[in-house]
């Protein structure tokens, strides 16, 4: 965290629980985890999801009063009576509890989208009493008191009203017939709207019309009274003889409006873009640097360092010289197997591989799209040369230097909980996969595509997700020489899993605590960054047993192998039990319609399809391309490009790092 090492707890709550009060929970209980460490180790909650919760919530009370204010301004300015102001911004808290109860009673929690809902109605929800007081305005013209009045205006307005909410209503409907992530995330935001509504429509019909009596006086009608400058009489008077100016020429304001619409639509609907949603500025992004296919974790380390320096830099400072960036928190190479943490919430490919999480300072006025464009020529740049020159300096050559600097890759990714539940959990707006039975053609055709796809300009961060060249050392077993040496191919084997790995995966041994009686591992390793090359593999010795059962003379596995440098796939990825080579890629510049476009014609440019078939999976938005012609076998590959994935990054609620 910082650029400094740390152990990192994840903290995540049930599917029942509230986020709140799991963090809440969480500080509330941090003293007792400082007493219950020595003291010279620091803890403290440095990232939590309430910010979120907590803005949405005030959010909503700010579009409350934002709501309350300009509609009691022009019930002010048209009806000049301070009385209906009150009576119509009464209406706007009782009406949100009422959708609140209905919420809790239908299961709904309070979250982003019943909270965004909650701020929507805020606007509408004012129609209904604001409709009815002004109403009753009208039949105080038309009554001696202010009860006949308000119970006449009622009465009128009432089906009205009624026709007005169901309109609302409507435009909600078809969210419940959506499926998967979307009808999950806009169901409860109808359901807010429409709750809030429903209660508006009951209260104006009610709670407004008691208040009505209770609070509005009957006044002198302005229509035998001398109007001023600016009066609702005048106003509705000059409107009434525009109309009625207007309608002998109906039909050809109609005709104007329909060609006026269709060149609106045309010219700048067109111009439009398309995405799935829109981009939010959370001030936070999440980017996976992979170092070299090889690299050792020491070395992927100091990579990760130096590209947050970088990030810090191009941030920049605030007036008083401080950096712009919050925090930082990171993770660096593969989680360990001798440790039992669930690594669902953060997919590593190998110790080449680093995940950096960066929040800027609030209001530091830094836009994350600006900094990510900054970062994608400043980063390979930079990284590049440091690596380049440390590379140099160790005595490599000039072209392995090189080949090692080309392997550097960036990819931003979404960081912050908005971001991430839009996205699907998907790690970038673009995969393209390539899957078969043949994963020779797989990456064949795959190479073809990928030539294509980097030439579109928009597509940033482009790169395989499979390491498909990943060095490895190879040892074949001469079994005959084995043989004739009294060892076998399992005890290469096991003497090679215990030098490279750990003797945990040949021979489990566990010391039992006398005090507490838990178990706990015993393994011996040989450090790693000592088994560098395949000399080194070649010097292993091989522990065997003679003809007699006894212990001999150890071997070294060259004595009965053939030991190489060579280059292996390193990671198979499936679908449907069929290997894939995929690729995935960012947007710059163009939104997500258009680069789809792109991309269906980069595939038609390959000659190798027939015809594109649009589809929208549960999780996915893309095109499905089908091969023009028959490949060789009947192991033809099934090419298919998605604009989301269709895994599922989780979210924890609150994390915290140890010093």
């Known amino acids: 965290m910082d650029g400094r090492r740390a152990v990192y707890l994840l903290v995540n709550k049930r599917a029942d629980a509230s986020t709140l009060a799991v963090i809440n929970e969480v500080k509330a209980n941090l003293d007792e985890m400082r007493a219950a460490i020595p003291k010279d180790i620091e803890v403290r909650l440095v ?4 910010p979120y919760v907590t803005r949405a919530m005030l959010g909503v009370v700010t579009e409350g009063l934002l709501g309350a204010v300009l509609t009691g301004l022009m019930v002010l300015l048209f009806l000049r009576d301070w009385r209906s102001v009150i009576v119509v911004v009464l209406n706007i808290p009782f009406a949100l509890l009422g959708s609140v109860v209905a919420l809790w009673l239908t299961g709904e929690t309070i979250n982003l989208m019943t909270l965004g809902g909650l701020a929507l109605a805020v606007g509408i929800l004012v129609d209904e009493s604001t409709v009815e007081v002004e109403n009753i305005h009208t039949q105080i013209d038309k009554t001696d008191n202010i009860a006949r009045a308000t119970r006449l205006g009622n009465a009128q307005s009432a089906v009205p009203r009624l026709l007005a909410m169901f309109c609302v209503l409507a435009v909600f409907i078809p969210s419940f017939f959506m499926e998967g992530a979307a009808q999950a995330l806009f169901v409860p935001l109808s359901l807010a709207v429409g709750f809030a509504m429903i209660t508006s429509y009951f209260l104006s019909s009610t709670f407004v019309p008691v208040m009505s009596v209770w609070v509005l006086r009957h006044y002198r009608s302005e229509a035998h009274s001398k109007p001023g400058w600016f009066s609702f009489s005048r106003f509705r008077a000059g409107f009434a003889r ?4 207007i309608m002998p020429l109906r039909w050809v304001l109609v005709s104007i409006y329909l060609v006026g619409a269709g060149l609106v639509i045309w010219l700048v609907g067109g111009r439009l873009g398309t995405e799935i949603f829109p981009t939010v500025d959370a001030g936070q992004f999440q980017l996976r640097l ?6 050792r ?5 100091e990579i990760a360092k130096q590209a947050l320096a970088v990030i810090d830099e191009v941030a920049g400072k605030d007036p008083e010289g401080k950096s712009k960036v919050a925090i930082s928190v990171g993770y660096v190479g593969l989680l360990p197997s001798s440790y039992p943490i669930n690594d669902i919430y953060l997919w590593m490919r190998g110790p080449e591989e680093a995940v950096l999480r960066v929040e800027l300072k609030s209001g530091s006025g830094v836009r994350i799209e600006e900094l990510k464009h900054q970062l994608r020529d400043e980063l390979p740049r930079r990284l590049g040369d440091w690596l380049r ?6 005595g490599f050559s000039e072209d392995k230097v090189a080949e090692r600097v080309r392997g550097l890759r960036f990819s931003f990714e979404p960081a912050d909980i908005v971001n991430e539940v839009m996205s699907f959990g998907s790690p ?3 995969e393209v996969a390539v899957r078969g039975t043949n994963f020779a053609h797989n990456r064949a055709y795959a190479a073809k595509v990928y030539e294509q796809l980097a030439q579109i300009r928009s597509l940033r961060d482009l790169q395989v997700v499979q390491p498909l060249e990943y060095p490895a050392v190879a040892v074949t077993v001469d079994r005959e020489r084995a043989g004739l040496s009294g060892l076998s191919a399992s005890d290469v084997t096991r003497s090679l899993v215990s030098a490279t790995s750990s003797s945990r995966f040949v021979v489990p041994n566990f010391w039992a605590d006398p005090k507490t009686g838990i178990g706990y591992q015993v393994q011996v390793q040989i450090p790693p960054y000592q088994m560098n090359s395949a000399e080194e593999i070649g010097l292993v010795p091989i522990q065997g047993k003679n003809n007699h059962g006894g212990t001999r003379e150890p071997l070294l596995v060259r004595d009965v192998a053939r030991v190489r440098s060579d280059k292996v796939i390193g990671e198979y ?6 290997r894939l080579v995929s690729m995935t890629a960012n947007i710059e510049g163009e939104d997500l319609g258009r680069v789809a476009a792109h991309i269906a014609r980069a595939f038609a440019a390959t000659f190798l399809f027939r015809w594109l078939v649009p589809s929208l999976p549960e999780q996915a938005g893309g095109t499905a391309v089908m091969p023009e012609e028959p490949l060789p076998r009947r192991d033809d590959a099934f090419y298919e490009m998605t604009s989301q994935t269709f895994c599922t990054d989780f979210v924890p609620d609150a994390c915290f790092w140890c010093f």
Do not use: C, H, V, W
Not at 242 to 245: E, N, R, V
Not at 297 to 301: A, D, G, L, P, W
Not at 389 to 394: I, S, T, V, W
């Open 297 to 301: 974790i020491e070395r992927t380390e």
């Open 389 to 394: 020159q440390k590379m140099l300096a160790e």
């Open 428 to 430: 970038t707006p673009i």
């Open 290 to 295: 992979r170092a070299p296919d090889g690299t």
């Open 242 to 245: 525009s109309l009625q100016a």
């Open 47 to 50: 990232f939590d999801q309430s």
């Open 573 to 578: 990825d499936r679908y449907n039990m069929q």
